[in-house]
């Protein structure tokens, strides 16, 4: 079960949720309460441990200012949150190992998740990054292929149930687990990401559970 904690703003969040146990920390360029400039995000991506994923969010922007932002902050993935055409996705994956397209469930780009060019679909609720849950059976209408990262509204009280139900590939949290816009409450954090890892499928757990190394770069 891949779990991404999303929102990061300091390097103590980052660290903390690392030690916890997430796979990857998000760090959000697109306009937010949560967003941090690239030199700060450098800051904190070159303390974590190399087999972490870290994850520039970015919306409806220019692929070569994603590249630019990616390469000043020293990050591995980048995150499309936006309106992003297939070609505007293909264009970043050229020149980034790792990239995860956004989809809102109900949508055409959702129906053509497995068009984008990347095996790594995050599904969230309209707007993005609104911490609001979206319905869930929607889930069901997504084309097989992907592997799909689950968001949206998700929080220590209903992730497991979340998983339980949908068995996403992983999950990804940013307001759920914080105790303020842009600081994360540990508790929360803890308490989220050992409950996905209950709840996960028999086949998303174990050794073979990630097929990526992420510190293969």
Not at 142 to 148: A, I, K, N, S, T
């Amino acid at each position: 079960m891949f779990v991404k904690i999303c929102g990061i703003t300091n390097e103590d969040d980052a660290l903390f949720a690392v030690a916890m146990g997430a796979d990857a920390v998000g760090f959000i360029f697109a306009p937010s309460t949560r967003q941090v400039p690239a030199s700060q995000v450098y800051d904190i991506t070159r303390r974590l441990p190399p087999e972490i994923l870290t994850v520039g969010v970015f919306r409806d922007e220019h692929p070569d200012r994603v590249i630019d932002t990616m390469d000043r902050a020293g990050l591995k993935a980048a995150q499309l949150h936006g309106h992003e055409t297939p070609g505007m996705v293909a264009d970043v994956a050229e020149r980034v190992r790792w990239v995860i397209k956004t989809v809102v469930p109900g949508t055409p780009d959702a129906a053509r998740a497995d068009q984008f060019g990347t095996d790594l679909i995050l599904v969230d609720s309209p707007g993005g990054g609104s911490g609001k849950l979206w319905d869930w059976a929607l889930f069901n209408d997504l084309p097989e292929g992907p592997r799909y990262i689950l968001a949206g509204g998700l929080d220590p009280t209903n992730v497991g149930d979340a998983v339980s139900r949908l068995a996403p590939w992983g999950v990804d949290v940013a307001s759920g687990v914080e105790r303020s816009p842009g600081r994360k409450d540990a508790i929360k954090v803890k308490q989220f990401i050992e409950r996905a890892r209950v709840a996960a499928p028999e086949q998303h757990i174990g050794p073979d559970e990630l097929p990526y190394d992420w510190a293969d770069e």
